[in-house]
Each structure stands twice: as C-alpha cells, then as structure tokens.
C-alpha cells in the first residue's frame, strides 16, 4: 500500500522499512521479542470509587518524548487494530512508534483487534530508525544503534504498552459519562499492570496527551484518568505534553494540591465520574480542573471542621470525667446526643460535590548515526 502514496511521509516510511531490512541482512539480531496480549475481566477490573490506593509520584515535562525514556514503561497511543495506518496513510504517534521500531508491525500479523479491557505490551523492541516531524512532516533522519541493554531472556530492557482510547471526535462531550470515564480506566489498567510474571519493582510509566489528537479527547481528563490508573497499579509517572507549557503547569498544580489533600484513586474517581452529572453543557477538561479544586476543597474544610467538632467532644468527656460531681443529668444527656451527631457525619467526597465552591488558594511552582558505505544505500537514505 505504501507504494501507492506519492508522498514524502509514504517515501520515509518505506526508507525506514528498508533500512530495517538492509541492517537485519548485514547483521542479523540476536535475543527475542515477547508479545502478551494481557485482558482484564469482571473479578480482575477495580472497583475504582472504592479504591484507597494513594496517587503516585509524577513528572511533567513540556520537553521530552516518550520513545527516548530508558527503563520506562512507553505507550503507543494504538489504533484497535494494531499499528493503524503505519501502511498505509497514518502517521501520527502510534505509527511513527512502529516505524521506528519495525519489529511492532509484526503484531499486525496475530493481533486481530484489542477488546475494551484488553492491551497488548511488547517487551524487548529495538530501535532501527530515528525520524524527525509529525504526521505530513515525518521524515527519515537515520540509521539508530540500539545500545539498550539485554535482560536475561536476550531481550532489549524496554517494554512498550499498546492501549486504544474511545473516539470522541464526533461528540467530545460523551467522554465525560461516568461509564466512558471507566472504560478509560479499565482499558489504562490493562496496559500499566505489571505482567504476572514481572520480577522486581514496577516501572514508571511514561505517557501523554493519549486519545487526544484526532480522536477527540480532553487532555486533562485523560492526564487524571493515567494518573488514577498509576496510582491504583503502584507505578509512577513520566507524562509529556508535547511543548504544552500551560498544560505542565496545569498538570504539576492539581497533582500538589491532590497529594497535599491526601486524596485517594478512589476520591479522584469519583470527583471524576460526578463531574459529568454537575452541569449538562459547557462541559470540558479546564472547568473540570476548577470543579475538581472545589469539591475537593469543600470536602477537605467540612472533614476538617467534624475533626475540630470530635476534639471539642473528647474534651467535654474529659471535662464531664474530672468534675463529675458537678455535672448535671440534663448536660450529660445533652452531650451524648452532641456526640452521636457528630458520629453520623457523611465522610463520603461524593456528598460535597454539589456545595457551594469555596475559595482555594494553589500555589504555583516554576519550575548515533550509523550509515551504509555503498553508494546505493547512501542515495537512498540520503537525508530530504
């Protein structure tokens, strides 16, 4: 297909399947790659409202790029058939993803397509190509020596996760539906849990604007539904917004004020699914910020004050203990029912959502080439 596309992204891609080719016959490779194909189902999924899982570590960088962290768990932003248009006219993040590294197109082969609870990773890829561009602007800049050292099965130590999201480009608002918001979240945890099999401490995950580019996503629902996800199978985060300044800053904020607060995996799941019964239009990812801010804070002031409440009780019955000769039938009874009010206060998040905002403060942070000698390989390669 790629021969019927006169193009210079169609010409970069065959250049860096060519390439792979001429390194693989003038070197063959050694070790393995292992594809798992890794579904969660019903017992397997969280329960994510209930979930008491803190929230992990994270940094946010507006420079970077997933495929150039070592030791991290990367994600391809996938199509539900594997590899999208890597063969055709796609060239966004997944099929640049393949097209530096060839061997992913293998899983095209034996990967019919992913079920919404299901991911497919990838340990052991190299490395063949280095690009430049994006989408229409993709070009081949080189040939890439992969010096990623070999675990103990022979394979590269990197492991890429491919997770689709759901199309929102025809209607954006329907990804706020509290049923959608979980689909997300299962299909996220089926590629960031760790294989059952994986020796040693879990790797962080390194990851970005996913689903946000043609299919429609909002890009800070989908920065807080990984970081659930993160939180929930005991893996820190790496996310990068490709140059997005407002948005690292946006994203290093509401992760301070989260962790501040002490919130859970569960208390961010739910801020998350009652967002969309909140309001019925105007929906989107920086009102959604701002609801999260006040919830969150109205629920820590009210929590607060029942604490103060509970103290001022235990201070009575100490009181009540030391002159109780002096207390009177009447004022024992009625600190009783004080205490039993007390005792009933709803700790659930879920029932400050619907309060008034109030006011919260946040503060904020500052925060190699390797070519052919021959005059064939050199004209083809040579640099557009």
Request: proline share 4%.
């Amino acid at each position: 297909r790629l021969f019927s596309y006169d193009t210079p992204n169609s010409l970069a891609k065959l250049k860096c399947v060519i390439n792979y080719f001429r390194r693989i016959t003038v070197e063959p490779p050694v070790g393995c790659v292992t594809f798992t194909r890794q579904f969660m189902y019903g017992e397997l999924l969280p329960q994510w409202t209930f979930s008491s899982q803190p929230l992990p570590r994270l940094h946010v960088d507006s420079e970077g790029c997933i495929d150039r962290t070592q030791g991290f768990l990367q994600v391809d932003f996938a199509n539900k058939f594997l590899g999208g248009g890597v063969l055709g006219r796609g060239c966004t993040q997944e099929e640049i993803f393949f097209l530096l590294h060839p061997e992913l197109i293998l899983s095209r082969l034996f990967t019919h397509y992913l079920k919404n609870s299901e991911a497919l990773i990838i340990t052991g890829v190299e490395q063949f190509n280095i690009g430049r561009g994006y989408a229409s602007r993709f070009r081949w800049s080189g040939s890439y020596t992969d010096n990623t050292p070999l675990d103990p099965w022979r394979r590269r130590i990197c492991q890429v996760t491919a997770i689709d999201a759901v199309n929102y480009c025809n209607n954006p608002h329907q990804q706020y539906a509290p049923n959608l918001i979980r689909r997300e979240l299962n299909k996220a945890f089926a590629g960031y849990r760790p294989i059952d099999t994986s020796p040693g401490i879990a790797a962080a995950v390194a990851t970005g604007n996913w689903g946000c580019g043609v299919f429609g996503g909002d890009v800070r629902l989908k920065a807080l539904i990984q970081l659930a996800v993160c939180g929930q199978v005991g893996r820190d985060m790496a996310y990068f917004t490709f140059g997005n300044t407002q948005l690292r800053d946006e994203l290093f904020d509401i992760h301070t004020f989260l962790t501040d607060n002490k919130v859970t995996v569960g208390d961010l799941s739910q801020v998350l699914e009652h967002y969309h019964t909140s309001k019925k239009e105007d929906l989107d990812g920086t009102d959604l910020i701002h609801y999260m801010y006040h919830s969150i804070a109205a629920y820590k002031s009210d929590t607060d004050d029942d604490d103060d409440d509970h103290d001022d009780v235990r201070d009575v019955h100490m009181q009540q203990s030391e002159s109780k000769d002096m207390k009177t039938e009447k004022e024992e009874s009625k600190c009783k029912n004080d205490t039993e009010v007390i005792e009933k206060t709803s700790r659930n998040i879920s029932d400050y959502f619907l309060k008034k905002p109030s006011n919260t403060t946040i503060n904020r942070s500052n925060k190699g080439l390797r070519g052919d000698k021959g005059n064939f390989w050199k004209k083809l390669f040579k640099k557009q």
